[in-house]
């Protein structure tokens, strides 16, 4: 018997027992009798995967993407639903797609992730989603009593063309007044274009726009400041700039504000919790201003602020020092308000914190990867610290701007010349870059793993998702708190590294120090 239910063995050691190596074994015998390729080719290509000559044919790719740094449209809509009060993100498309959504934010923030979809079927691939949507909205309404309903859609309903205008407006005919008092804002999401930073901005763009009035009702309020977190996967950044933000006055309210839906407490359950106010989200446009965390996961809505609402529209990405001093000191421009002794001294901290640091980071070479701003923000942080950001992979970036704006902080390096930007490059091609000019550590998320494990370069994990490890979501990494989580986990990712080279007794233990 392989497992006794009076003493369940952990999944890693069970897998060790004779009788599951047996079937493994079985299993690969199985394989190579239907033709499997002999274990010395395998071996041969893998090793030709680490040369200069498959780098070229990896890194000229276009057609075929392998190991993704990004993920699909509704992934951000869904964020930007949960940023709202008593509100169900509902996805117009299949069951499978809304399963892996929730999955992939479970996931990495270790808490229920509410959604719902209208499961399209096979059918309504061929017919349209129309009918799917008149019982789907009904039927969240009645189950999950929502006051705010966002829509996004799946490759599936973008595809056959699905009009989520007509859909809505002739599910509310057909719901007898069960909708009348529900907003229903919507957005149309293919996974096939862009990313998830992509549905996030379009979602929170007609979010925006169909809960505001015209900007003829438009009263503005001088003390009033919005702030969009962005694509934003650390709560802990959230309160940590509602908190900078409290000092500065109280009407400065974040727009999209999913930090308690994603870390409740233990007790009873509650499926909506947190969120910004549908009442401040429909005052939005009243405000003096809007700052944008992450300018590149807000394009579209950056656009509906500047040229409809006519509203002043800033960006800052409070990531390390600089780019911490640059959103406080943006905020006591728009305020009108001298920065508060408290963030002066967490200022100080920091860079006291650098100082010490400093020796163990400069140098270092790093590869990291990630989404457009983040990898503004932590680049600013390595280049501030004298690590060399070697390879600079970002798979999602855009077009226009970002390539431009990473140049501008890539010259505040002295070692400019050896660092490589890498847009619209997969994880694959990050592996041909390791093996051919090697990094000290790399910086990324989960599914660096496998880099790790290929290269042996060490992982630090910082960034989207963080699936294998607990918590690391709940810390901030915004403001000079968050600057000072990120100085702690890189150096003492190096620090632990620096231990492990060191530790063979009379070889290299000589620098095997317990003052570090």
Sequence with gaps: MMQDVENIVNGQKLFLKPEYQEVLKNKKEFEGAAGAVAPEKVAEIAEWT????????????????????????PLGAVMVGLGFENTMPYVHGSHGCVAYFRTYFTRHFKEPTPCVSDSMSESAAVFGGL???????????????????????????????DDLNAFITGAREDAEGELDNIEIPYAHTPSFVGSHITGYDNMMKSTLEQLNPTRSERV?????????????????????????????????????????????????????????????????????????????????????????????YETCNPIG??????????????????????????RARLVDAMQDSYPYMHGKKIAIWGDPD????????????????????CHNAPRKGWAEDMAAIIEKSNAKDEINVWPGKDLWALRSLLFTEPVDFMIGNVYGKELYRDTKIPLIRIGFPIFDRHHLHR???????????????????????????????????????SVR
């Design 50 to 73: 680490k040369s200069w000559d498959y780098r070229e044919k990896n890194l000229a790719r276009e057609a075929i993407t392998v190991n993704p740094a990004k993920a699909c449209q």
């Design 131 to 161: 009918a799917n949507m008149k019982d789907g909205l009904r039927n969240c309404n009645a189950l999950y009593k929502p006051e705010m309903i966002a829509v996004s859609t799946t490759c599936m309903a973008e595809v056959i063309g």
């Design 220 to 312: 503005e309020d001088e003390e009033r400041i919005n702030i969009i977190p962005g694509f934003e996967p650390y709560l802990g950044s959230l309160r940590e700039i509602k908190k900078i933000s409290k000092l500065f006055g109280d009407k400065i309210i974040m727009i999209g504000d999913h930090e308690e839906q994603w870390d409740t407490g233990a007790g009873k359950y509650s499926m909506y919790a947190g969120g910004t106010s549908i009442a401040d989200a429909k005052t939005a446009i009243n405000a003096k201003a809007t700052i944008s965390l992450q300018k590149y996961s807000t394009v579209a809505t950056a656009k509906t602020i500047k040229n409809k609402w006519k509203q002043t």
């Design 321 to 346: 020092l600089s780019g911490t001093d640059a959103f406080v000191m943006k905020l006591a421009e728009l305020t009108g308000k001298d920065v508060p002794e408290e963030l002066k001294l967490q």
């Design 374 to 393: 983040f990898l503004l923000g932590m680049v600013s942080f390595l280049i501030e610290m004298g690590a060399i950001p070697t390879h600079i992979v």
């Design 475 to 513: 810390y901030s990494m915004s403001g000079y708190e968050g600057a000072l989580n990120l100085l702690t986990w890189i150096t003492n990712g190096i620090l632990d590294q620096l231990d492990e080279e060191t530790k063979d007794i009379a070889e290299t233990d000589y620098f095997f120090d």
